[in-house]
């Protein structure tokens, strides 16, 4: 667009500082509305809306100014004491925000913001007077709701109810008077239930819809506001670096040079006959600093990709905010260790499940207040999001101290819905019946609502978390809370992988699956229900043979098996043999990717090797039942000999 030609470097920097300062506002309008009096709090959200109004109008986004500059008054009258927090107000304030949102995805896109919802404006202004109300529970989109003054009673034109000035709107959006018809129609319509008298067989509100949607059409470069159109999501592939890490980057990488050129020196004296001691063992220190810087370097670059994890928390407790309130609950949402730093790649990624997470935790494992308070518990309820490092895995924890989950509740809701049969309910313990809300189409609503109840949500938060080779663990208590237990890798650019052989053919599966590995006895493996399977520690595994699950013809007989946990499901893998632990750097196959293969690496004898999608590879066979013992041909002929 022309009013950002040459602009754009300008146009990106605003766009990440605005959009961290909104963030930063609506978390601490969150903390407000729970401490009206903090007037530091106030001063702080004023600073950050101003700094966002300033930016606005230096872009000439005038009706972004527009909207800023009326909710900065609206915080200045705050401040000055002149009015006081309140649900209402800050339903509207929060409103405004959203609005905000909504221009910066129209400047992303590169167009200039439409101007903000009329009925935005209008409580923002009815909230500058004095006059605000509690929000109607059905409005016209995208139309301001004019006040309207009540004569006295008893004056002639006194009305009976009070509705929107249907006249003035239309002037508004149209540019032109409105038709009598449709106005008498308005005026039936106000003093009782509302008809469509109109000569053309639309009402007046009808008349207005369709004259806001011309006006949209008309407009030159209209856009429909981010959110509302149908386009896809935009991920953001910037990273902010602390220059301390890039300064260590910088000063290995020097370090490598040197030792480069040492290691170039060497080699010519090596070629120029020169083997003595001394000069072979200069090269192996040589090689030995080389080795050790470029492990340093590669952890340098990889803590570049590394971001506070603060940054994908900091939306959660508006998120939170909005629900409670629209289900009429208290709510507090505590964040824990946002210091904690995660894989900048992950980030978008988790946005998804922890929003999902949250919704539930508020909508299914609160109680109401007044349950709360029957079973004697504080009549705020809390939801707690953690993170925390533990070796080289991310911990994240969403918890509640609502009902909990009831498991025979939850088996009882699986088999009514037939996900399962009445065998595997009688054998889940109460961690596999946890699992069944991770299932899809379960839920334990009857009657879906616009929050949950359609059995999508958890199954979401499953599937994008075994794509980061993540796994999530259900615990919870009735009575006393539920937690959900996520467990991610530090980084997905280095992988651990157990390097697996099927013949002399290596293959890498994921280490975080791998819980040990168990040579394979011949009278171990017993047929069950039709599946082969082994007893460990008294719990009955089922075996895949990877030679089966690959589709390769091997006459070798497996030696050894590898116990693998896949979130709810644990199963045996059948392999010949395995070659050891090996931390593989991972490079996609973006442009020809055969099913079940994640990516491949490279061993230090440069030999290729396809990491294993262990949830692509078992297909059919991940339902837990396993294949049957006939598929363990050498099993049989060894047996019969």
Request: net charge negative.
């Amino acid at each position: 667009m022309s009013d950002f030609q040459g602009m754009e470097d300008l146009l990106q920097d605003f766009l990440v500082e605005a959009g961290d300062l909104l963030s930063g506002v609506d978390n601490k309008l969150v903390d407000l509305e729970q401490n009206p009096e903090d007037h530091a709090l106030l001063n702080e959200i004023f600073r950050g809306f101003h700094t966002i109004k300033g930016g606005a109008g230096f872009l000439n986004a005038s009706e972004l100014v527009t909207l800023c500059h009326l909710t900065e008054n609206l915080f200045d009258r705050l401040r000055n004491g002149e009015l006081k927090i309140s649900g209402e107000l800050m339903d509207v304030i929060m409103a405004a925000t959203a609005g905000v949102r909504d221009m910066f995805g129209m400047l992303e896109h590169g167009a200039q913001p439409d101007p903000a919802d009329p009925e935005v404006l209008a409580r923002l202004k009815a909230a500058l007077a004095g006059e605000l109300v509690a929000a109607p529970a059905a409005s016209v989109a995208s139309v301001a709701v004019a006040p309207v003054a009540v004569p006295a009673a008893g004056s002639a034109a006194a009305v009976v109810g009070v509705g929107p000035d249907w006249n003035n709107l239309f002037s508004a959006v149209t540019g032109a008077a409105a038709p009598a018809a449709a106005m008498a129609a308005v005026g039936t319509a106000s003093a009782g239930p509302r008809t469509s008298h109109d000569v053309s067989g639309e009402s007046a509100e009808q008349i207005i819809h369709a004259a806001v949607g011309r006006r949209a059409a008309d407009k030159p470069g209209a856009q429909v506001p981010v959110g509302r159109r149908d386009t896809e999501k935009t991920r953001d592939n910037s990273i902010r670096v602390d220059t301390t890490r890039l300064d260590q980057v910088l000063n290995l990488s020097g370090e490598i040079g040197l030792t480069k050129n040492r290691l170039n020196a060497l080699r010519s004296d090596i070629l120029n006959g020169r083997s003595d001691t001394e000069t072979l063992h200069a090269l192996d220190q040589a090689v030995s600093q080389l080795d050790l810087l470029v492990s340093d370097l590669q952890n340098a670059v990889m803590k570049t990709r590394m971001q506070p994890v603060g940054r994908l928390f900091q939306k959660y407790p508006r998120i939170a905010r909005d629900l409670a309130r629209s289900l009429g609950k208290d709510v507090e949402l505590v964040l824990v260790g946002e210091e904690t730093e995660i894989d900048k790649t992950m980030i978008e990624d988790l946005s998804d499940p922890i929003i999902h997470l949250i919704r539930n935790a508020v909508d299914h494992g609160v109680e109401s207040t007044e349950d709360r308070r029957a079973a004697g518990k504080p009549e705020k309820s809390q939801v707690r999001l953690e993170a925390r490092q533990e070796g080289d895995h991310i911990i994240l924890l969403v918890s509640d101290d609502g009902r909990g989950m009831n498991p025979e509740r939850l088996r009882a809701k699986a088999l009514e819905k037939g996900i399962i049969t009445d065998e595997e309910a009688n054998t889940m313990d109460d961690r596999q019946s946890f699992n069944l809300v991770m299932l899809p189409g379960f839920s334990t609503k009857d009657v879906a609502s616009d929050v949950s109840g359609r059995g999508v949500g958890m199954d979401v938060v499953k599937t994008n978390i075994q794509k980061l080779n993540g796994s999530i663990e259900i615990k919870s208590v009735l009575g006393k809370g539920s937690t959900f237990v996520i467990s991610l890798p530090l980084t997905l650019a280095i992988l651990p992988v157990l390097l697996v052989k099927l013949g002399d053919q290596p293959f890498a599966v994921p280490l975080s699956m791998v819980r040990e590995i168990l040579p394979i006895k011949i009278e171990a493996v017993q047929e069950v229900g039709g599946c082969a399977t082994m007893v460990v520690r008294g719990e009955v595994l089922p075996m895949y043979p990877l030679s089966h699950l690959l589709g390769w013809s091997s006459d070798l007989i497996p030696e050894y098996g590898v116990l693998m946990q896949m979130a709810e499901h644990t199963f045996i893998l059948a392999i010949d043999g395995f070659m050891g632990r090996e931390d593989a750097v991972i490079k996609s196959l973006d442009d020809f990717r055969p099913k079940g293969v994640a990516g491949v690496t490279t061993l230090s004898n440069g030999q290729i090797v396809l990491i294993l999608d262990m949830k692509e590879v078992l297909g059919a066979f991940g339902n837990g039942r396993g294949v049957p013992r006939s598929t363990f041909i050498p099993f049989e002929k060894l047996a019969a000999a």
